[in-house]
C-alpha cells in the first residue's frame, strides 16, 4: 500500500474536516504539520508539495494533491470508504457536489473566514483597522449564509445529503463552528443547525473532540480578546 | 428521455460554461432566460427553481440542481458525455476536481468578479465610490491568480487536466476573460494563458462565439466607461 503523508495545521478548518476523515475511516497516515502561523508553508520546499503553498494536502505514493474536498473526494475513492462518505447513486453524488462548490465562497468565505478575519485575526494579530460597520457587514454576511444552511441544506434530513454523514458534513461543520472563536454560535436561533452539529458529534464519536483538541486550546488562549458580540 | 430545463442569463460567467457544456455535447435542453439585471432571479417562482436564487440552475425531469460545476458533473454523467470532459480515470479527476474547487475562491472571486465589481459594476451601474487602493488591490489578486493558472495549471499541458479538453476549463475560462470588459486581457505576459486560451477555442469551434455573442455585446455597449488600465 502506498504511503500517505498529509501537510496539515490543527487550526486550519479545511485540514481539520480532512483530519476528521482520515481519522473516522482509520486510513493510516504521516503526519507533516506544517504550521501557517511558522510560516511553514512559506517555504520552497513546501512549494513542491503544494503549488499554492497552502494546507492541506498530500502526497499518496507519489501523486502530490492538494484543496481539503479535492482530496476528500480522492481518498473516498482511493480507500474505498463505506459508501454514504461520497455516494456513488448520482443524484445524492450531485446533492453533495451542489453543496460542497456553494461552500467555497459561503460556508468558508463567509462563514469560517471573514466573521473571525475582522473581528480577530485583522485587529488583534495583524494590528490592522476594521471598521465596526466592516464587521457588522461580515455578521450579517454570515447570517444570509446560515439561513440558506438552515432552510436548504438541512430541510429535510439530518445530514446535508442524507440520513447518514458525508464529506459535504465535514467540510461544513469545521467552517460553521469556526466563528464560536468569537463566541458567534452558529446554532442559536437555529433548530436544524443545532440538530445537525450534535448529529455530527454522534457520528463521528472520540473522532470529533480529538481533531479539535489544538483549536479549543486555541479557543481558551484567546478567549476575552474580543468583547460579546450582539449576534 | 426526461427534459432538460436550463435557467440561465447570457452574461453571467458559470452560465456561460454550463452552456458551452451542453452545445458542445449537442444535448437537447429548453432555454429559460432568468436575467439577473431584470431581477427575474429574485422571484418567489424562481426560489423553488433554485434557492439562492442563483444561476445557473437546471431542472431534469424532476430533479432540480444549481451550482454551475454541480450541474456539470452530473450532466457528464447523466448525459454519458465523452469521457475527457470529466474522466474517470481516478487521479486524472482528481487533478480536475483540484482545479474546480480552487476555482471559486481564485478565478471566480478573484478573477471574473473583484475585478469588474471595482472598476465597472459598483462604481458606473450601482454608484458605490470605489477607492484607487481597492481597485488596484483586484488587480494584484487577479494577478496573483493568473500566476498559479499559468505556473500550475497549464504547467504541462494543453488543458488544465490534459491534452483534451475538460469541464475545468469550461470554468476557468468563463471566468478569466471577464476581465476583458475593462481592457485586461490576462493572457498578455503570459504565453500558456495565452495558447490555453486558442486551443480552447479550436476545441469548441463555432459554439464559443455563439455562446458569447451576448457578452460581446454587452461589451461593445459598456466600450469607454472605463478609461484604459495600466495592467
Not at 86 to 97: D, F, G, Q, T, W
Not at 219 to 229: E, T
Request: with cysteine; proline share 5%.
Amino acid at each position: 500500500m502506498a504511503k500517505l503523508n498529509f501537510y496539515f495545521d490543527p487550526l486550519s478548518e479545511p485540514c481539520r474536516s480532512v483530519q476528521l476523515f482520515l481519522e473516522a475511516n482509520k486510513i493510516p497516515y504521516e503526519t507533516k504539520h506544517t504550521d501557517l502561523i511558522t510560516a511553514a508553508t512559506r517555504t520552497e520546499e513546501y512549494r513542491k508539495i503544494s503549488p499554492t503553498q497552502t494546507v492541506p494536502a498530500i502526497v499518496h505514493g507519489e501523486f502530490k494533491l492538494f484543496e481539503s474536498v479535492a482530496i476528500l473526494q480522492y481518498l473516498a475513492g482511493a480507500f474505498s470508504t463505506p459508501d454514504h462518505w461520497y455516494p456513488s447513486e448520482a443524484k445524492k453524488r450531485a446533492r453533495i457536489n451542489e453543496y460542497l462548490h456553494w461552500h467555497h465562497l459561503n460556508s468558508r468565505w463567509k462563514g469560517g473566514l471573514l466573521v473571525v478575519m475582522k473581528y480577530i485575526y485583522l485587529p488583534h494579530f495583524y494590528k490592522q483597522e476594521v471598521s465596526e460597520e466592516d464587521k457588522k457587514g461580515s455578521i450579517i454576511a454570515l447570517k444570509q449564509t446560515l439561513d440558506t444552511f438552515e432552510n436548504y441544506f438541512l430541510k429535510d434530513n439530518r445530514f446535508i445529503a442524507g440520513d447518514e454523514i458525508s464529506i459535504a458534513d465535514l467540510m461544513a461543520v469545521g467552517e460553521l463552528i469556526a466563528p464560536d472563536i468569537i463566541g458567534v454560535y452558529v446554532g442559536k436561533g437555529r433548530p436544524r443547525v443545532q440538530a445537525w452539529h450534535q448529529n455530527i458529534k454522534a457520528a463521528l464519536g472520540a473522532v470529533y473532540d480529538s481533531v479539535h483538541a489544538a483549536m479549543y486550546k486555541h479557543m481558551d488562549d484567546i478567549k476575552g480578546l474580543v468583547p460579546p458580540i450582539d449576534y
